[in-house]
């Protein structure tokens, strides 16, 4: 059977940095490999194509997003295929290394690639013996490897060494046979850098560095001096993916009045705003959290809000709500119990008190008490001189760290500060400012003065 190149769909999750990938099979069914619980774009490919998802195939228990594969047996009879390894208890096929599915004229071959989880499985796609392609998951992806410390820091070097030998395997592939992995540029699970997605393992044997690594001990040494942070909910998702999740409703943005928000919030309830950076600083809730509604806004929101608090958003109407609830359902939060109606406007007219914040342009700001809220690896490519390094991810726990008086905080655009900011307001910091527009660079370019690299 022939595979054309127009039947193997991927999916990105930009936010998520992730892919999951359609294959046609070319008579009506079709395979979906790693989905994820938002089942938006995968069931929208296969209206497309009228096809009906005959196979969700899971690479490994995922620590970034609920997976979609039992939503799919549940409304679609869909047949799940996974490791036996991941313990699952919920109705699939469990594979061992070496064992196959018949897909009706092509092939899927579980190969046992441990690394990134204990229980890994690539998917090597064959037409009879061709090998086509091959589906990776989190072990070899472009220019690199998914993380190896997300099961417990005591295993970290267990499963990078195990990932040495997996990655080598998948080496012996054909030249031309094409790799698709799950994890890419944006996901918290892999240090790949760079917008392509997808490879070849001659490709791969040519230029990741990983695969060029001299011996066992120097290709964990590069493995784990790569990681860095990574979000909280990362270690809740893969029990839940082992026990599988299914929506029995689609999620409904409900509307809350003033005095619900208020009451909400004297029981413990956070308010997290999802307006522009602007609209924020001119008027907030006391207290809110700002996570700017983008593609990225999802992975913050599982970083630093709790998953058993009751959660209230404040957003503007042209923003969709479907594009705040299915991305916080897809990183296990279903504790969004409504939204302010009316807004802002709403606020103030019931009597709520609001707070502003200034927003300066990189050439604007005070550089006497900065707080750089980027990732490390961003922060050693230059930072202001003097600046406090804290990641976003950690703020909360160090803004007692962070002197008092006039504090600004960057980033790169300034989404992040402001949720930087607005961490720092509910932690008690009354005069807190905004970069926005731009970062170190920017302001490096519009004073004339030299950043400083490293930590």
Not at 135 to 149: C, E, Q
Not at 158 to 187: C, I, K, N, Y
Not at 280 to 303: E, F, M, N
Not at 334 to 350: C, F, H, P, R, Y
């Amino acid at each position: 059977m022939v595979v054309h190149d127009d039947q193997l769909i991927p999916l990105v999750d930009e936010g998520l940095g992730n892919s999951a990938y359609l294959l046609d099979l070319g008579d009506g069914r079709a395979v979906a490999v790693d989905p994820s619980l938002d089942l938006r774009a995968v069931t929208a490919a296969a209206a497309r194509r009228r096809l009906r998802i005959a196979y969700a195939v899971e690479t490994h228990l995922h620590a970034d997003f609920l997976s979609g594969a039992r939503q799919f047996a549940h409304d679609h009879g869909t047949r799940i295929v996974a490791s036996r390894g991941g313990q699952r208890t919920f109705d699939h096929r469990p594979l061992d290394d070496g064992d196959e599915v018949d897909l009706g004229g092509l092939t899927l071959r579980a190969l046992a690639t441990p690394g990134h989880t204990p229980e890994h499985l690539s998917f090597l796609l064959l037409d009879g013996g061709r090998e086509i392609g091959v589906f990776t998951g989190g072990s070899l992806i472009v220019g690199a490897a998914a993380r190896t410390d997300l099961i417990s820091a005591d295993r970290t070097d267990e499963l990078a060494r195990a990932q040495h030998a997996s990655l080598r395997r998948l080496a012996t592939l054909a030249d031309a046979t094409a790799v698709w992995p799950t994890h890419g540029a944006g996901s918290f699970c892999s240090a790949a850098k760079g917008a392509q997605r997808t490879t070849t393992i001659g490709a791969e044997k040519a230029t990741n560095p990983l695969l060029s690594a001299a011996d066992e001990d120097t290709f964990v040494r590069m493995l784990t001096e790569s990681l860095g942070s990574y979000p909280a909910y990362f270690d809740r998702l893969g029990e839940l993916n082992r026990h599988g999740y299914v929506v029995t409703a689609a999620p409904q943005l409900s509307t809350l009045d003033a005095a619900d928000v208020r009451r909400l919030l004297g029981d413990g309830a956070i308010v997290v705003d999802v307006r522009p950076v602007r609209d924020y600083a001119a008027g907030h809730i006391p207290g809110s959290v700002s996570i700017a509604l983008r593609a990225q806004w999802v992975t913050w929101l599982g970083w630093l809000i709790p998953p058993d608090v009751p959660i209230v958003i404040v957003r503007d109407a042209d923003q969709d709500p479907d594009e705040i609830l299915w991305p916080a359902l897809n990183v296990g939060y279903s504790t969004i119990v409504g939204e302010l109606a009316g807004g802002m406007a709403a606020w103030t007219a019931g009597g709520g008190q609001t707070a502003t914040m200034p927003v300066v342009e990189p050439s604007e700001m005070d550089a006497a008490n900065v707080v750089d809220v980027r990732q490390a690896g961003e922060t050693a490519a230059g930072h202001l001189p003097g600046a406090h390094l804290i990641e976003l991810g950690s703020l909360e726990g160090q803004a007692s760290s962070v002197p008092g008086g006039v504090v600004t905080v960057m980033c790169a655009h300034g989404e992040r500060a402001a949720t930087g900011a607005s961490l720092l307001e509910r932690a008690g910091h009354a005069q807190v400012s905004i970069v926005a527009g731009g970062g170190a660079h920017d302001w490096a370019e519009a004073t004339g003065r030299s950043l400083q690299t490293g930590r």
